[in-house]
Protein backbone atom coordinates (compact mmCIF):
# COMPACT_ATOMS: atom_id res chain seq x y z
CA UNK A 1 0.00 0.00 0.00
CA UNK A 2 1.58 3.04 -1.12
CA UNK A 3 0.35 6.21 1.13
CA UNK A 4 -0.73 9.37 0.12
CA UNK A 5 0.99 12.87 1.26
CA UNK A 6 -2.13 14.60 0.58
CA UNK A 7 -1.82 18.49 -0.92
CA UNK A 8 -4.72 19.30 0.48
CA UNK A 9 -5.38 18.29 4.24
CA UNK A 10 -8.44 17.37 5.35
CA UNK A 11 -8.78 19.61 8.44
CA UNK A 12 -6.49 22.17 6.93
CA UNK A 13 -5.98 25.37 9.47
CA UNK A 14 -6.67 28.35 6.13
CA UNK A 15 -7.42 31.30 9.11
CA UNK A 16 -3.95 31.20 10.67
CA UNK A 17 -5.18 34.10 13.59
CA UNK A 18 -2.54 35.92 15.80
CA UNK A 19 -2.50 33.33 18.30
CA UNK A 20 -1.65 30.49 16.07
CA UNK A 21 1.59 32.02 14.80
CA UNK A 22 2.53 33.75 17.92
CA UNK A 23 4.90 30.57 19.18
CA UNK A 24 6.81 30.94 16.05
CA UNK A 25 7.37 34.61 16.98
CA UNK A 26 8.80 34.16 20.30
CA UNK A 27 11.02 31.56 19.24
CA UNK A 28 12.79 34.08 16.98
CA UNK A 29 14.06 35.93 19.82
CA UNK A 30 15.17 32.79 22.00
CA UNK A 31 18.57 33.22 23.80
CA UNK A 32 21.47 32.09 21.43
CA UNK A 33 24.72 32.35 23.67
CA UNK A 34 25.95 31.65 26.78
CA UNK A 35 26.86 34.93 27.26
CA UNK A 36 23.19 36.40 26.98
CA UNK A 37 22.38 34.16 29.26
CA UNK A 38 24.93 35.25 32.10
CA UNK A 39 24.27 38.52 30.99
CA UNK A 40 20.50 37.90 31.24
CA UNK A 41 20.82 36.61 34.62
CA UNK A 42 23.10 38.73 35.99
CA UNK A 43 25.57 36.22 36.59
CA UNK A 44 28.73 37.88 34.93
CA UNK A 45 31.03 37.63 37.72
CA UNK A 46 29.49 34.14 39.00
CA UNK A 47 29.69 31.74 36.13
CA UNK A 48 31.93 31.51 32.64
CA UNK A 49 30.26 29.44 29.56
CA UNK A 50 32.25 27.55 27.65
CA UNK A 51 32.98 28.60 24.03
CA UNK A 52 33.76 25.07 23.29
CA UNK A 53 30.46 23.72 25.07
CA UNK A 54 28.74 25.97 22.95
CA UNK A 55 30.64 24.97 19.69
CA UNK A 56 30.11 21.62 20.34
CA UNK A 57 26.41 21.93 20.67
CA UNK A 58 24.76 25.14 20.38
CA UNK A 59 23.06 27.15 23.11
CA UNK A 60 19.20 27.83 21.89
CA UNK A 61 16.86 28.89 25.19
CA UNK A 62 13.69 30.24 25.05
CA UNK A 63 12.70 33.39 27.00
CA UNK A 64 9.94 31.70 28.28
CA UNK A 65 12.27 29.24 29.64
CA UNK A 66 14.24 31.87 30.68
CA UNK A 67 11.98 33.88 32.70
CA UNK A 68 11.61 30.68 34.97
CA UNK A 69 15.45 30.75 36.06
CA UNK A 70 16.19 32.55 39.60
CA UNK A 71 18.43 35.69 38.44
CA UNK A 72 21.83 35.82 40.04
CA UNK A 73 21.75 32.04 40.87
CA UNK A 74 24.48 29.99 39.46
CA UNK A 75 22.68 26.74 41.03
CA UNK A 76 19.62 27.42 39.52
CA UNK A 77 17.90 23.49 38.38
CA UNK A 78 16.74 25.18 35.66
CA UNK A 79 19.72 27.21 34.19
CA UNK A 80 22.26 23.66 34.44
CA UNK A 81 19.57 22.38 32.09
CA UNK A 82 20.68 24.71 29.65
CA UNK A 83 24.13 26.22 30.66
CA UNK A 84 27.10 25.32 28.43
CA UNK A 85 29.57 24.49 30.86
CA UNK A 86 33.15 23.50 30.57
CA UNK A 87 32.47 19.78 31.93
CA UNK A 88 30.81 19.21 28.65
CA UNK A 89 34.11 19.09 26.90
CA UNK A 90 35.72 16.19 28.95
CA UNK A 91 35.77 12.57 27.75
CA UNK A 92 34.51 10.58 29.73
CA UNK A 93 34.95 6.86 29.87
CA UNK A 94 31.47 4.88 28.75
CA UNK A 95 30.03 8.29 27.25
CA UNK A 96 29.76 8.17 23.67
CA UNK A 97 27.84 9.59 20.47
CA UNK A 98 25.35 7.37 20.02
CA UNK A 99 24.40 6.08 23.59
CA UNK A 100 21.29 4.43 22.32
CA UNK A 101 22.59 2.78 19.37
CA UNK A 102 19.73 3.88 17.40
CA UNK A 103 22.03 3.82 14.09
CA UNK A 104 21.53 0.07 13.83
CA UNK A 105 17.66 0.51 14.19
CA UNK A 106 17.15 3.49 11.62
CA UNK A 107 15.37 2.37 8.50
CA UNK A 108 14.93 4.68 5.83
CA UNK A 109 13.24 8.58 6.18
CA UNK A 110 14.24 8.90 9.16
CA UNK A 111 12.09 5.56 10.73
CA UNK A 112 13.33 4.12 14.43
CA UNK A 113 11.91 0.52 14.64
CA UNK A 114 13.01 -1.00 17.81
CA UNK A 115 10.31 -2.17 19.76
CA UNK A 116 6.93 -4.78 18.45
CA UNK A 117 4.09 -2.66 17.38
CA UNK A 118 5.63 0.77 17.14
CA UNK A 119 8.15 2.67 15.17
CA UNK A 120 9.41 6.03 15.69
CA UNK A 121 9.53 8.39 13.19
CA UNK A 122 12.48 11.56 13.65
CA UNK A 123 10.55 14.34 12.23
CA UNK A 124 13.38 16.94 12.29
CA UNK A 125 16.47 18.14 13.69
CA UNK A 126 15.04 21.58 15.33
CA UNK A 127 13.87 22.29 18.79
CA UNK A 128 12.89 25.14 20.96
CA UNK A 129 14.93 24.44 23.84
CA UNK A 130 19.00 22.84 23.52
CA UNK A 131 18.70 20.61 26.67
CA UNK A 132 22.69 19.57 27.40
CA UNK A 133 21.96 16.32 28.54
CA UNK A 134 19.66 15.16 25.23
CA UNK A 135 20.69 11.81 24.04
CA UNK A 136 20.50 13.26 20.61
CA UNK A 137 22.63 15.96 20.87
CA UNK A 138 24.95 13.85 18.43
CA UNK A 139 22.66 12.63 15.90
CA UNK A 140 22.60 12.71 12.33
CA UNK A 141 20.02 15.13 11.80
CA UNK A 142 21.38 16.30 8.41
CA UNK A 143 20.61 12.47 6.99
CA UNK A 144 16.89 12.44 7.94
CA UNK A 145 14.34 13.94 5.69
CA UNK A 146 13.52 17.80 5.73
CA UNK A 147 10.45 17.95 3.50
CA UNK A 148 7.09 16.30 3.53
CA UNK A 149 7.88 14.51 0.18
CA UNK A 150 10.81 12.69 1.62
CA UNK A 151 8.79 11.42 4.14
CA UNK A 152 7.13 8.79 1.48
CA UNK A 153 9.55 6.08 2.06
CA UNK A 154 9.02 5.42 5.61
CA UNK A 155 5.49 6.23 5.18
CA UNK A 156 5.38 3.06 3.03
CA UNK A 157 7.30 0.78 4.82
CA UNK A 158 4.76 1.73 7.88
CA UNK A 159 1.49 0.80 5.35
CA UNK A 160 3.47 -2.65 4.74
CA UNK A 161 3.92 -3.87 8.06
CA UNK A 162 0.40 -4.12 9.45
CA UNK A 163 1.93 -5.05 13.06
CA UNK A 164 2.65 -1.56 13.73
CA UNK A 165 -0.10 -0.24 15.91
CA UNK A 166 1.45 3.29 16.89
CA UNK A 167 3.62 5.75 15.44
CA UNK A 168 5.94 7.90 17.90
CA UNK A 169 6.69 11.57 16.36
CA UNK A 170 10.18 12.68 17.90
CA UNK A 171 13.26 14.70 16.78
CA UNK A 172 14.50 16.98 17.39
CA UNK A 173 10.24 18.28 18.17
CA UNK A 174 8.18 17.48 16.39
CA UNK A 175 5.91 20.17 17.25
CA UNK A 176 8.77 22.72 15.65
CA UNK A 177 6.73 21.42 12.39
CA UNK A 178 4.18 24.49 11.36
CA UNK A 179 0.74 23.60 11.38
CA UNK A 180 0.45 22.74 7.49
CA UNK A 181 3.33 20.22 7.88
CA UNK A 182 2.41 18.52 10.47
CA UNK A 183 -1.10 18.75 9.39
CA UNK A 184 -0.06 16.82 6.13
CA UNK A 185 2.25 14.36 7.70
CA UNK A 186 -0.94 13.03 10.57
CA UNK A 187 -3.66 13.21 7.40
CA UNK A 188 -0.87 10.59 5.84
CA UNK A 189 -0.98 8.84 8.66
CA UNK A 190 -4.27 8.41 9.32
CA UNK A 191 -4.55 7.30 6.43
CA UNK A 192 -2.74 3.74 6.79
CA UNK A 193 -5.56 1.26 8.17
CA UNK A 194 -3.98 -0.95 11.10
CA UNK A 195 -2.46 2.31 12.32
CA UNK A 196 -4.40 3.34 15.72
CA UNK A 197 -2.45 5.52 17.85
CA UNK A 198 -0.24 8.60 17.85
CA UNK A 199 2.20 9.75 20.03
CA UNK A 200 3.89 12.78 20.44
CA UNK A 201 6.79 13.24 22.75
CA UNK A 202 7.79 17.14 22.83
CA UNK A 203 9.40 19.60 25.21
CA UNK A 204 7.32 22.50 23.54
CA UNK A 205 4.07 22.32 26.18
CA UNK A 206 6.55 23.40 28.45
CA UNK A 207 9.42 25.57 27.35
CA UNK A 208 6.77 27.14 24.71
CA UNK A 209 3.65 27.03 26.11
CA UNK A 210 2.23 29.06 23.16
CA UNK A 211 2.83 26.37 20.76
CA UNK A 212 -0.66 24.37 22.33
CA UNK A 213 -3.07 26.90 20.85
CA UNK A 214 -6.31 26.07 19.24
CA UNK A 215 -5.48 25.04 15.78
CA UNK A 216 -2.84 22.31 17.45
CA UNK A 217 -5.71 21.38 19.69
CA UNK A 218 -7.92 20.96 16.76
CA UNK A 219 -5.81 19.16 14.51
CA UNK A 220 -5.01 16.75 17.02
CA UNK A 221 -8.62 16.04 18.04
CA UNK A 222 -10.08 15.68 15.00
CA UNK A 223 -7.51 12.46 13.54
CA UNK A 224 -9.24 9.25 14.03
CA UNK A 225 -6.00 8.23 15.31
CA UNK A 226 -6.04 8.11 19.97
CA UNK A 227 -3.74 11.04 20.23
CA UNK A 228 -1.16 10.95 23.37
CA UNK A 229 1.05 13.62 24.46
CA UNK A 230 4.35 13.05 26.02
CA UNK A 231 6.18 15.84 27.63
CA UNK A 232 9.28 16.42 29.07
CA UNK A 233 9.68 18.44 32.23
CA UNK A 234 12.23 18.11 35.27
CA UNK A 235 11.71 20.17 37.63
CA UNK A 236 8.11 21.86 38.93
CA UNK A 237 9.88 25.26 38.41
CA UNK A 238 9.22 24.87 34.86
CA UNK A 239 5.95 24.49 35.32
CA UNK A 240 4.44 27.80 35.69
CA UNK A 241 0.49 28.74 35.03
CA UNK A 242 0.95 29.60 31.34
CA UNK A 243 2.12 25.80 31.06
CA UNK A 244 -0.62 24.18 33.24
CA UNK A 245 -3.33 26.31 30.77
CA UNK A 246 -1.57 24.70 27.44
CA UNK A 247 -1.60 21.55 29.42
CA UNK A 248 -4.70 21.63 31.15
CA UNK A 249 -5.89 22.41 26.90
CA UNK A 250 -5.15 19.17 25.34
CA UNK A 251 -6.49 17.44 28.85
CA UNK A 252 -9.87 19.20 28.26
CA UNK A 253 -9.70 18.35 24.75
CA UNK A 254 -9.81 14.00 25.76
CA UNK A 255 -5.75 14.26 24.93
CA UNK A 256 -4.11 12.09 27.24
CA UNK A 257 -0.75 14.01 28.73
CA UNK A 258 2.09 11.75 30.22
CA UNK A 259 5.32 13.46 31.76
CA UNK A 260 9.01 12.23 31.36
CA UNK A 261 11.72 13.47 33.72
CA UNK A 262 15.36 12.72 33.14
CA UNK A 263 16.88 12.08 36.78
CA UNK A 264 19.94 14.80 36.58
CA UNK A 265 22.58 15.50 39.13
CA UNK A 266 22.05 19.53 40.86
CA UNK A 267 18.53 19.98 39.10
CA UNK A 268 16.22 17.01 40.35
CA UNK A 269 18.22 14.46 42.30
CA UNK A 270 16.94 15.35 45.37
CA UNK A 271 13.62 13.85 47.28
CA UNK A 272 11.82 17.47 48.16
CA UNK A 273 12.85 18.28 44.28
CA UNK A 274 11.21 15.30 42.96
CA UNK A 275 8.10 15.58 45.11
CA UNK A 276 6.78 18.79 44.42
CA UNK A 277 7.66 17.86 40.42
CA UNK A 278 5.38 14.60 41.04
CA UNK A 279 2.69 16.93 42.87
CA UNK A 280 2.86 19.42 40.60
CA UNK A 281 1.88 17.28 37.52
CA UNK A 282 -0.55 15.97 39.36
CA UNK A 283 -2.35 18.62 40.40
CA UNK A 284 -2.36 19.88 36.47
CA UNK A 285 -3.80 16.40 35.75
CA UNK A 286 -0.68 15.16 34.46
CA UNK A 287 0.42 11.31 34.86
CA UNK A 288 4.44 11.15 36.24
CA UNK A 289 5.20 8.58 33.60
CA UNK A 290 9.08 7.48 33.71
CA UNK A 291 12.06 8.97 35.48
CA UNK A 292 14.81 8.22 33.09
CA UNK A 293 18.43 7.26 34.24
CA UNK A 294 20.70 9.40 31.94
CA UNK A 295 21.03 8.16 28.70
CA UNK A 296 25.56 7.85 28.55
CA UNK A 297 25.53 10.36 26.01
CA UNK A 298 28.98 12.74 25.28
CA UNK A 299 28.80 16.22 26.89
CA UNK A 300 26.62 14.72 30.13
CA UNK A 301 28.78 12.71 31.94
CA UNK A 302 28.42 15.77 34.98
CA UNK A 303 24.47 14.93 35.17
CA UNK A 304 24.76 11.55 35.82
CA UNK A 305 23.56 9.85 39.04
CA UNK A 306 23.43 6.19 39.99
CA UNK A 307 21.27 3.60 39.69
CA UNK A 308 21.35 3.21 43.86
CA UNK A 309 20.40 7.14 44.48
CA UNK A 310 17.32 6.79 42.04
CA UNK A 311 16.37 3.70 43.49
CA UNK A 312 15.88 5.74 47.23
CA UNK A 313 14.39 8.43 45.46
CA UNK A 314 12.07 6.30 44.22
CA UNK A 315 11.49 4.46 47.83
CA UNK A 316 11.45 8.05 48.96
CA UNK A 317 8.74 9.31 46.94
CA UNK A 318 6.47 6.47 47.71
CA UNK A 319 6.39 7.71 51.36
CA UNK A 320 5.10 10.83 50.06
CA UNK A 321 2.92 10.44 47.44
CA UNK A 322 -0.01 8.27 46.31
CA UNK A 323 0.79 5.35 43.59
CA UNK A 324 -0.11 7.06 40.42
CA UNK A 325 1.99 9.74 41.42
CA UNK A 326 4.95 8.04 41.75
CA UNK A 327 6.86 7.57 38.31
CA UNK A 328 8.55 4.31 37.04
CA UNK A 329 12.58 4.78 37.34
CA UNK A 330 13.64 3.08 33.97
CA UNK A 331 16.61 3.03 31.79
CA UNK A 332 16.83 2.26 27.85
CA UNK A 333 19.27 -0.29 26.74
CA UNK A 334 20.04 -0.89 22.92
CA UNK A 335 19.65 -4.56 23.53
CA UNK A 336 16.85 -4.76 25.26
CA UNK A 337 12.97 -4.66 23.60
CA UNK A 338 11.75 -2.40 26.32
CA UNK A 339 12.30 -0.13 28.78
CA UNK A 340 14.20 -1.81 31.87
CA UNK A 341 12.42 -0.71 34.99
CA UNK A 342 15.75 -0.55 37.49
CA UNK A 343 14.59 -2.09 41.41
Excluded at 59 to 77: A, H, K, Q, Y
Excluded at 154 to 165: G, K, T
Excluded at 174 to 194: F, G, K, N, T, W
Excluded at 318 to 330: E, I, S
Amino acid sequence: MKVPILANPTNSVRARSESSVRWQVQLKNAVRTGQQLVELLGLQDAITPSHQAAADFPVFVTREFLSRIRPGDPNDPLLRQVFPAASETAAVEGFGSDPLQEASFTRCGGLIHKYAGRVLLVTTGACAIHCRYCFRRHFPYSDIPHSIDQWQPALDEIAADESIEEVLLSGGDPLMLADPVLERLIDALQSIPHLRRLRIHSRLPIVLPSRVNDALVGMLTASRLTVWMVVHSNHANELDEAVGQGLGRLIDRGIPVLNQAVLLRGVNDDLDALTDLCRRLIDLRVTPYYLHKLDQVAGAAHFDVSKERGCELIEGLRTRLPGYAVPRFVIEQPDQPSKTTIV
